[in-house]
Structures are given as structure tokens and as C-alpha cells.
């Protein structure tokens, strides 16, 4: 099974930028979307982001659209989370995550392996 892992997080100040990357442990990761996750205290785990297997879709949520952006190397079993334009609501755990299937999905439930979570924090 792939196993996942996150770097890149750590505090900014609001209208700053972060890249967060994902290093899957196997070769496989390239036949599965992949996605970015997050997690803030007290609230549930909502979708960010989605690529698919080949990066020829991606998806965001709305309220990352035009700040943030998802891209994938599959030669490098990585996938990255450019985000640009932090606000304070940007703050939280960052979870990237490996699909069951090629194609998007947004549920957390389409989503079999997960990686430890990374904190990013946004002051105002």
C-alpha cells in the first residue's frame, strides 16, 4: 500500500505563500488521483484540491480558486499544493491523500491512503 508523506507547512502571514508537497512510497501512485485535504480544530475534514492520475483535470473548492494549485510527478511519485494569497481562514492541517480511482472525486471516502497531515498556520 502507498504511504504518503507531507512537508512544507509552517506559519505566514496573511497574503503569503506556502508549497506543500506529498512523497508517495510507491510506483503506483501515478495510476490514482490524489488530493489535498484539510482540517481545521473543532471542524471536519474538507476537500482543497484534486488531480487526476494523468493531471489532465484538476479541481478546487471555491474558496481556494485563483490562489491555489494542485500539480502532480508522477516520475517523482509527488504531488504539490501551491498556495498563494493566504488568509487567516486557511488555517489548519493539511492532509494530502491517494485516490481509488483515476479520475476526481471530492468524498474523503473515495480516498484510501492518507499521510500524516502538515500544520499551516496564517496570522492576520
Known amino acids: 500500500q502507498v504511504q504518503l508523506v507531507e512537508s512544507g507547512g509552517g506559519l505566514v502571514q496573511a497574503g503569503g505563500s506556502l508549497r506543500l508537497s506529498c512523497a508517495a512510497s510507491?510506483?503506483?501512485?501515478?495510476?490514482?488521483?490524489m488530493g489535498w485535504f484539510r482540517q481545521a480544530p473543532g471542524k471536519e475534514r474538507d476537500f482543497v484540491a484534486a488531480?487526476?492520475?494523468?493531471?489532465?483535470?484538476?479541481y478546487y473548492t471555491d474558496s481556494v480558486k485563483g490562489r491555489f494549485t494542485i500539480s502532480r510527478d508522477n516520475a517523482k511519485n509527488t504531488v504539490d499544493l501551491q498556495m498563494n494569497s493566504l488568509k487567516p481562514e486557511d488555517t489548519a492541517v493539511y492532509y494530502c491523500?491517494?485516490?481509488?480511482?483515476?479520475?476526481?472525486?471530492?468524498?474523503?471516502?473515495?480516498?484510501?491512503?492518507w499521510g500524516q497531515g502538515t500544520q499551516v498556520t496564517v496570522s492576520s
Open positions: 488531480i487526476s492520475s494523468s493531471s489532465g483535470s484538476t
Open positions: 510507491e510506483r503506483t501512485f501515478s495510476r490514482y488521483a
Open positions: 491523500a491517494a485516490g481509488r480511482y483515476a479520475g476526481i472525486v471530492l468524498a474523503a471516502t473515495a480516498y484510501s491512503t
